[in-house]
Structures are given as structure tokens and as C-alpha cells.
T-cell receptor
Framework: DTEVTQTPKHLVMGMTNKKSLKCEQHMGHRAMYWYKQKAKKPPELMFV???????INESVPSRFSPECPNSSLLNLHLHALQPEDSALYLC??????????????FGDGTRLSIL | AQSVTQPDIHITVSEGASLELRCNYSYGATPYLFWYVQSPGQGLQLLLK??????LVQGIKGFEAEFKRSQSSFNLRKPSVHWSDAAEYFC????????????FGSGTKLNVKP
């Protein structure tokens, strides 16, 4: 069983819709990540949060808006997405960013399809 | 700059045969190395990691990997493959002081023949 839970597992939305992806972890981790993964490709980093503050935005378009309301939750708000945004969106967490690289623990992802 | 190369896009092995997946990295200092596995429709699961110390590391599901600094390699091995090992395998490298950013290889798809 994964310790990082993502909801929903699947999402189909039109280009004018607004929706949100949710990620939750109860491991006491203070760093959380959003990745985008296209088919047959490795994950691409989108955002990194540390202690609920945004640390990295990898030049992601503003139609993706992350939010970290508390240390256990990470949201990704979606608005006016394009068909090329269809992908698997993965959330991950790690203990913190204070020391050297640490393992990231991934959820099972949300499969997003844009019509 | 960091980079990770997984030379094999697809590998097919027979069930019960041994397996070696290759990973080469490019990084000036001591790398932090990881292997992840991704089954269809699922997220990435950590198999093992190398930070320092013994260059042969043991992971979950019977996997091991060997760090060879002279060859800039971190190859993943398993002595006897099971059908359930069919999946995509990703090698990743990280470094200290970089917001725990990982650099992933392009992945190797493992097929297992009965």
C-alpha cells in the first residue's frame, strides 16, 4: 500500500473546466512534489514545497496552480488546460530538504485526460 | 550538469533468468543514486538507494545494485526474475543542496517471458 494517497485516480475534463488534484501523506514529511509524466517517459518535476512554502517552480504554465494548505496536503488546481496537458500527475514526498538527497515516496498518480 | 543514461529501452528475459539493467550517470561529485520501479497504472516505488559506504546495496524484491565510480555506473541486478517483475525501471541521481531534485533516466521497460 502506498503511503502517499492521490485523488482522484482518473479525471476527464474539458478545456474550460476547473478541477483540483489532491495529495495526502501521513509520514510526517515536510517536502512535497508534483510531477508530470507522459507515456513512456520519466517523470518531470513541476513544483517542490518545503514546510508548506513553494521552493521550486520549474517554469510551469500558470494554468497549473499548486497549493500546500498544511504539512500533509498538497493540491494542484487546474484551469483552462490544453490537450497536451493530458498525462499522469504524480505526487511525492520526502522527509525534508535540509540535508542531502533523500528518497522520494510516490503516490499512484492521477491520470488526467483533457478533451 | 547531472545526467542519467539508461542505454536499454526494452529488455526481455525469461522467467527464472538473471537480469541486469544498466545505468550510467554524469556528475562531478559523489552522486546519490536511486532505482525505482513503476508497474502499469501505478506510481514509482523505491527499490534501493546508494548514498555512501558499501558499493553493493541490497533492495526490496530481491534486487541489488552495484556502484562503480570508475565506470560511473549503478547497474541493477536480480538473480532470478519473476513474471511480476515486468515493469518500467528508472534510475535517478540527486545531489546535495539542490532541493532534493532528482534527474531521472529515460527508463527501461522489462518484459518477462513465461
Amino acid at each position: 500500500d502506498t503511503e502517499v494517497t492521490q485523488t482522484p485516480k482518473h479525471l476527464v475534463m474539458g478545456m474550460t473546466n476547473k478541477k483540483s488534484l489532491k495529495c495526502e501523506q501521513h509520514m510526517g514529511h515536510r517536502a512535497m512534489y508534483w510531477y508530470k509524466q507522459k507515456a513512456k517517459k520519466p517523470p518531470e518535476l513541476m513544483f517542490v514545497y518545503s514546510y508548506e512554502k513553494l521552493s521550486i517552480n520549474e517554469s510551469v504554465p500558470s494554468r497549473f496552480s499548486p497549493e500546500c494548505p498544511n504539512s500533509s496536503l498538497l493540491n494542484l488546481h487546474l484551469h483552462a488546460l490544453q490537450p497536451e496537458d493530458s498525462a499522469l500527475y504524480l505526487c511525492a514526498s520526502s522527509q525534508n530538504l535540509a540535508r542531502g538527497p533523500q528518497p522520494q515516496h510516490f503516490g499512484d498518480g492521477t491520470r488526467l485526460s483533457i478533451l | 550538469a547531472q545526467s542519467v543514461t539508461q542505454p536499454d529501452i526494452h529488455i526481455t528475459v525469461s522467467e527464472g533468468a538473471s537480469l541486469e539493467l544498466r545505468c550510467n550517470y554524469s556528475y562531478g561529485a559523489t552522486p546519490y543514486l536511486f532505482w525505482y520501479v513503476q508497474s502499469p497504472g501505478q506510481g514509482l516505488q523505491l527499490l534501493l538507494k546508494y548514498f555512501s559506504g558499501d558499493t553493493l546495496v541490497q533492495g526490496i524484491k530481491g534486487f541489488e545494485a552495484e556502484f562503480k565510480r570508475s565506470q560511473s555506473s549503478f547497474n541493477l541486478r536480480k538473480p532470478s526474475v519473476h513474471w511480476s517483475d515486468a515493469a518500467e525501471y528508472f534510475c535517478a541521481v540527486g545531489r546535495a543542496g539542490n532541493f532534493n531534485k532528482f534527474y531521472f533516466g529515460s527508463g527501461t521497460k522489462l518484459n518477462v517471458k513465461p
